[in-house]
């Protein structure tokens, strides 16, 4: 109890205090935007699924992130050439420069860093394989009845092409299955699961423009990110005059060396004060906004064209000739667009390149972890043939924001996206002579 009221106290004056330790704070800030570990924020399905009285499931649909995997290889180089700065942090200290505590620096000088993170770029870590794993063992022990004995034709499982797509989907369906299950093949033609990445319009004056990434750049010359990468040198007390890319490459050390199924923060993330993890994650923010957010009119489509799949195997499934579990691995950036076009976590103004508001509804701290999901739960229930309801859950818990109490009515659910059906992608068609 001492210890409780202990690390209460701290929580509460730790921003006051000015040598703050990072070893010791009872709560480290763990939003780490479109890296946070899925285990530091999840809910539970277990608990948190609805159970209506008189209803009963009957099919789930669920569009899943890939688990935490290994940097890009662009990102793990700078973060491998980062790793010198623990040297320079050690002699700062020891010059007396330095505003970190004597116990993060020993602990960031012992913490051990797994090769394969630079040597294998985009590879699913361990962690990753059980965050899906994790996912689909819960989900089994929600709806027991309903995911025992599958037969072939009452499942779907497919990933978004990339080995790491695959090695997320086997762990998920290990979850849900203790014997093996058949995985579909990736698409590498057109698929819903990444419809925009066959779309030139979207790759052309989105994906590979700068102006979409313009506003994240924008914010790092923000007062306010100043501020911070500020407050960074001056805490390190190092010499070497730190980049807005080597700040990036301390936060990824930061997030990709935490874990959430340990629940253990990386001494890393001691070089960050919690207002500079705000900081770091509006850089993301920022990113996902304007790329497969509100920020982007294409967004919106391209999300529309993966739910009419939503749309049309729970229509199946009430006709009763559906599947009872129907799951797809794919990108943070499918998961941003669905959000999108179900006009979620949409904030009243765009996005600001030069002020972070604090209560903003768009968090790639929420929507974009890894192994991220949207899931949707079809009831059949006993008041006449046409009572159904479609619950939604995200990350675990009932998605409130989308209908009252996370519960849509049929009729609700239809309405929202029947519209959808008429969304394809001829606007992607660029004119030959662009
Ligand atoms: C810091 O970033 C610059 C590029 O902005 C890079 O050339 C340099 O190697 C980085 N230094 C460290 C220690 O990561």
Request: glycine share 6%; hydrophobic share 30%.
């Amino acid at each position: 109890m001492k210890l409780l009221s202990s690390l209460i106290t701290l929580c509460t004056i730790q921003s006051v205090i000015s040598s703050y330790c990072f070893w010791n704070t009872g709560c480290p800030y763990k939003y780490f935007s479109n890296k946070t570990p899925y285990n530091s924020v999840r809910g539970d399905i277990r608990d948190s699924a609805i159970k209506l009285t008189g209803c009963e499931p009957v099919s789930i649909w669920s569009l899943i992130r890939h688990g935490q995997r290994n940097p890009g290889t662009e990102f793990g180089i700078h973060m491998k050439a980062a790793l010198v700065i623990s040297d320079y942090l050690k002699s700062a200290y020891e010059k007396g420069d330095s505003s970190l505590c004597a116990q993060d620096i020993e602990n960031l000088r012992n913490w051990p860093i797994n090769k394969d993170l630079f040597d294998k770029p985009f590879q699913l870590t361990k962690e990753g394989f059980l965050e899906s794993e994790g996912i689909g063992r819960r989900l089994k022990q929600a709806f027991p009845k309903l995911l025992e004995n599958l037969e072939s034709n009452e499942y779907l499982f497919r990933p978004a092409p990339g080995p790491w797509m695959a090695e997320s989907v086997n762990g998920f369906v290990q979850g849900i299955s203790s014997k093996p299950l058949t995985i579909e093949s990736p698409r590498t033609d057109f698929d819903i699961l990444s419809p925009y990445d066959n779309c030139p319009k979207y790759l052309k004056e989105v994906k590979t423009n700068p102006e979409t990434y313009a506003p994240s750049m924008k914010y790092q010359t923000s007062s306010e990110y100043l501020v911070s990468k500020d407050r960074i040198q001056r805490r390190l007390g190092i010499d070497y005059p730190l980049t807005p890319t080597n700040i990036t490459a301390l936060y990824d050390l930061c997030r990709y060396t935490s874990s959430g199924i340990t629940n253990t923060f990386s001494p890393w993330c001691a070089l960050f004060t919690t207002e500079d993890l705000k900081v770091m994650e509006y850089v993301a923010d920022l990113r996902h906004y304007y790329k497969s957010g509100y920020g982007t009119p294409m967004s919106e489509l391209f999300g529309q064209i993966t739910l009419t799949d939503l749309l049309k195997s729970f229509q199946e499934a009430k006709s009763g000739k559906g599947r009872k579990i129907t799951a797809y691995i794919s990108h943070a950036t499918m998961m941003d667009m669905l959000h999108t076009a179900l006009k979620l976590f949409k904030d009243d103004a765009p996005l600001s390149s030069s002020k972070r508001k604090p209560d903003r509804k768009w968090r790639s701290s929420k929507l974009a972890i890894f192994s991220a999901n949207l899931m949707a739960v079809l009831n059949k229930c006993n008041k006449g043939p046409d009572d159904y309801n479609v619950v939604f859950y995200l990350n675990e818990e009932p998605l409130q924001a989308i209908c009252k109490e996370g519960v849509c009515t049929w009729k609700e659910f239809e309405d929202k996206l029947t519209p959808f059906l008429n969304t394809n992608t001829e606007f992607c068609n660029v004119e030959p002579s662009s």
